[in-house]
C-alpha cells in the first residue's frame, strides 16, 4: 500500500497545472494523501468519465494498485500508457515501476465464450464484449468472470488466478432467442404436459367407470328370478359405453398433448438444434415416444 501511496504523491507533482486544477483531480489526490483510496479512485473514477485521458486512466489504475485489485490496475495503467499523453510520458519510468508492482500480483485469463456479442466482466471490471481478441489480466485468487446482454447476467463462472499464470475459462451462453421476448415453447409444452396429464387422469377414471358398470351387468343385481338383464338393468349397457368412448377420447388427446408438450419442452431445452429429433406416437391408453439428442 505504502509504495502505491508514494507514487501517487510523486505522479500529482504539479507540472500541469491544467489536471492539477481540476477539482476531481486535487480531491483525488488529496483522498490519496490521507490514505482514502477508496474515495479516491471514486473521484478519479468520475474524472476519468468526463475527460477520457491517459492521465486520468493512470491515476484510476494507482487508486486501484493501492486497493489491491490488481487485475482491474493492469489493464487500466497498460491502456493509460499505450496513449500518447504528455503528463503519462513524463512519468512514464514512475509507472513502469507500478506496473511491476502489479504484475506480481495478477496472472491472465483466456476467456472463451461460445456467444459473440456479450460484455465480458472480470468480478466488476468490463474487460471487453465477446470474443475476447487475447488473454486478460486478474488478480490472483479466485475471481468470478460473467457476460453480460442488455444489463442481465447470462453466463457466470469462478476461475483460480496464479501470478505470472495463464487460465482458462469456457462460459456457455447458449444459442440466441429468435425472438426477443425469449422463447416460448418451454412454457406451452409444459402447458400442454399439464394438460394431457390431467386428460389422462381423466381416461382412467371413465376406464375405472366403465368396467364399474360392466361388473354390474354381469353381477346377480341385473339378473334377478323372473327378468332379464335388459329388464332390470336397462342403462348399464349405454353408461359403459359411454364411459368406454370418454375414456377412449381422453386417453387419445391426453397422449397427443403429453406428447406434443413433451417435443416441446426438449426443443426448447436444446435451442432449437437440429441434432435433436423427437417422435410421439399416442394409443389408446397413452403414448410412446423415441428421441435423438
Do not use: Y
Amino acid at each position: 500500500m505504502w509504495r502505491a501511496l508514494v507514487l501517487a504523491l510523486v505522479l500529482a507533482a504539479p507540472t500541469l497545472a491544467a489536471a492539477q486544477d481540476d477539482p476531481s483531480w486535487t480531491a483525488g489526490v488529496n483522498l490519496r494523501r490521507e490514505g482514502r483510496d477508496a474515495e479516491a479512485l471514486a473521484a478519479f473514477q468520475t474524472l476519468h468519465a468526463r475527460t477520457q485521458t491517459p492521465r486520468s486512466l493512470a491515476q484510476v489504475a494507482l487508486a486501484e494498485q493501492a486497493l489491491g485489485r490488481w487485475g482491474a490496475a493492469a489493464v487500466h495503467l497498460d491502456a493509460a500508457m499505450a496513449r500518447p499523453d504528455a503528463w503519462v510520458t513524463e512519468r512514464r519510468a514512475t509507472l513502469q515501476q507500478a506496473r511491476a508492482e502489479i504484475a506480481r500480483h495478477v496472472g491472465q485469463v483466456e476467456i472463451l465464450v461460445d456467444r459473440a456479442g456479450g460484455e465480458v466482466f472480470v468480478d466488476e471490471t468490463l474487460v471487453g464484449a465477446a470474443p475476447l481478441a487475447s488473454p486478460v489480466f486478474a488478480t490472483e485468487g479466485t475471481v468470478v468472470i460473467r457476460v453480460r446482454e442488455g444489463g442481465a447476467v447470462v453466463a457466470e463462472r469462478s476461475v483460480t488466478v496464479q501470478p505470472g499464470a495463464l487460465s482458462r475459462a469456457s462460459l456457455n451462453v447458449g444459442a440466441r432467442s429468435s425472438t426477443n421476448g425469449g422463447s416460448a415453447l418451454g412454457p406451452l409444452g409444459g402447458v400442454a404436459l399439464g394438460v394431457g396429464g390431467a386428460a389422462v387422469a381423466g381416461m382412467a377414471i371413465a376406464w375405472a367407470l366403465r368396467e364399474s358398470h360392466v361388473q354390474r351387468w354381469n353381477s346377480d343385481a341385473c339378473f334377478p328370478a323372473g327378468a332379464t338383464r335388459s329388464e332390470a338393468c336397462p342403462g348399464e349397457p349405454d353408461a359403459w359405453s359411454a364411459a368406454e368412448t370418454a375414456a377412449i377420447v381422453l386417453g387419445i388427446t391426453g397422449g397427443a398433448l403429453a406428447a406434443a408438450g413433451l417435443v416441446l419442452v426438449l426443443v426448447d431445452a436444446g435451442g432449437g438444434s437440429s441434432e435433436s429429433a423427437v417422435a410421439c406416437a399416442p394409443g389408446l391408453l397413452g403414448v410412446s415416444c423415441k428421441g435423438r439428442f
